[in-house]
Every structure is written in structure tokens, then in C-alpha cells.
């Protein structure tokens, strides 16, 4: 049972235009949100987070926003750069407090954003 | 910055052997983690550890274990190798429990 989806495997941009990558997920549970930027042979970075007690992150040319009611979220780069190509991930945690899964973060497939100049 | 160090970029080795993977982190973090990575897949829990000596099943554990008998330093170890387990292997640590994780570069371990 996959509890957090990126349903789209890519997406294509021009170079200046907004990108905008989308996450849903089915655990109400989840409190913490996050997304991390991957490059080919390199490990993950993480790029922003979010708490459920907010609806919008921003940092810099990147934003997250979060309906928990549509227990979705969406990060938007703008303006897109040739440089944010990259795989972006979406994950979740619960509550942080100490015991078994709550340390764990729960990752979608991920999305493959390409940036064409 | 957080840095997470990993043993080896490159790996090969053949079916049936025993494989170890090391992960270094040098910013005092309670919690480390095993991923693997594979294309249409994601990032797949492998094992974690919140405490020296104390580890905890993630989501695809099988043929896998791993240890931790420094705070910073967590073991990946493959019993008998084989294909399947051939994958992009990512350590990840962080400071509190479900919060941002910081990931080493990856081990590419290919099984023949």
C-alpha cells in the first residue's frame, strides 16, 4: 500500500516558467512533509519541509504548499533553472516522538523534472 | 554541515558472497538509516537505528542486516549476495526522530 504517491513519473519545463511537482498521500497520520532533490549517482538533498500546522513554506525560489484536507502537497520552483533537473521526492513522517515507525520517513516514487533551456 | 560518508561509490561482487556496507556520520545524530534505490521504485527502507545497538526492521529487510555498535557508524551487511540485491545502496542520518534526513552519496553495488 503505497501511503505517499507521485503520480506523475515526469514533467517538462521551459527555463524562467513555474514547475510545479504534486504529492498525495493517505495517512492521515503524517505531520511533516518534505522534499529532496536527486541528481543521477549522487545521494539525496533535502530542499524544504513543512509541518502540518502551516499550509505554505517558502524558501527562496522554492515553495511548498499542503491541503491537509486533500491530503496533498505540491512544491513550485520559480523560476525554473536547467540546474533544478533532477529527480524530486516527496516524503512524510508522523508524530516525532520516540518508537518504531515515527523515525521513519515514507518516500513517493519520485518525479523526474527536467528544465529545458 | 552534516556529512555522511560512505564506504565505497562502486562495488562488485558475485553471487553468494557476504557484503559489507559502511556509513560514517559526523554530526552526533541519534538516528541512521538503509535504503536501496531502484528506477519506478523510490527510496526503499531497508533497516534503521535509533540508538547505538539498537536496530529496526524498515519495509524490505529480507537478505539484509546491520549493525551499529558506534553512534556513528551503521553497518549494511548482505548475508549471500545476489542479483536482485543489485541496487543503489543510500545511508542516511538524522538528529530527531521522522525530521529531515541527510543522505551519503550512494554505493552502486552490482551482484553477478
Known amino acids: 500500500d503505497q501511503q505517499v504517491k507521485q503520480n506523475s513519473p515526469s514533467l517538462s519545463v521551459q527555463e524562467g516558467r513555474i514547475s510545479i511537482l504534486n504529492c498525495d498521500y493517505t495517512?492521515?497520520?503524517?505531520?511533516?512533509f518534505l522534499w529532496y532533490k536527486k541528481y543521477p549517482a549522487e545521494g539525496p538533498t533535502f530542499l524544504i519541509s513543512?509541518?502540518?500546522?502551516?499550509d505554505k513554506n517558502e524558501d527562496g525560489r522554492f515553495t511548498v504548499f499542503l491541503n491537509k484536507s486533500a491530503k496533498h502537497l505540491s512544491l513550485h520552483i520559480v523560476p525554473s533553472q536547467p540546474g533544478d533537473s533532477a529527480v524530486y521526492f516527496c516524503?512524510?513522517?508522523?508524530?516525532?516522538?520516540?518508537?518504531?515507525?515515527?523515525?521513519?520517513?515514507?518516500f513517493g516514487k519520485g518525479t523526474l523534472l527536467t528544465v529545458n533551456p | 554541515d552534516v556529512k555522511v560518508t560512505q564506504s565505497s561509490r562502486y562495488l562488485v561482487k558475485r553471487t553468494g558472497e557476504k557484503v559489507f556496507l559502511e556509513c560514517v556520520q559526523d554530526?552526533?545524530?541519534?538516528?541512521m538509516f538503509w535504503y536501496r534505490q531502484d528506477p519506478g521504485l523510490g527510496l526503499r527502507l531497508i533497516y534503521f537505528?535509533?540508538?547505538?545497538?539498537?536496530?529496526e526492521k524498515g519495509d524490505i529487510p529480507e537478505g539484509y542486516s546491520v549493525s551499529r555498535e558506534k553512534k556513528e557508524r551503521f553497518s549494511l551487511i548482505l548475508e549471500s549476495a545476489s542479483t536482485n540485491q543489485t541496487s543503489m545502496y543510500l545511508c542516511?542520518?538524522?538528529?530527531?526522530?521522522?525530521?529531515?534526513?541527510?543522505f551519503g552519496p550512494g554505493t552502486r553495488l552490482t551482484v553477478t
Open positions: 542516511a542520518s538524522s538528529l530527531s526522530a521522522g525530521h529531515e534526513q541527510y
Open positions: 495517512n492521515s497520520m503524517f505531520d511533516y
Open positions: 513543512i509541518s502540518s500546522i502551516k
Open positions: 516524503a512524510a513522517s508522523g508524530p516525532g516522538y520516540s518508537g518504531g515507525s515515527n523515525y521513519k520517513l515514507t
Open positions: 554530526m552526533d545524530h541519534e538516528n
Open positions: 537505528s535509533y540508538d547505538v545497538k539498537m536496530k
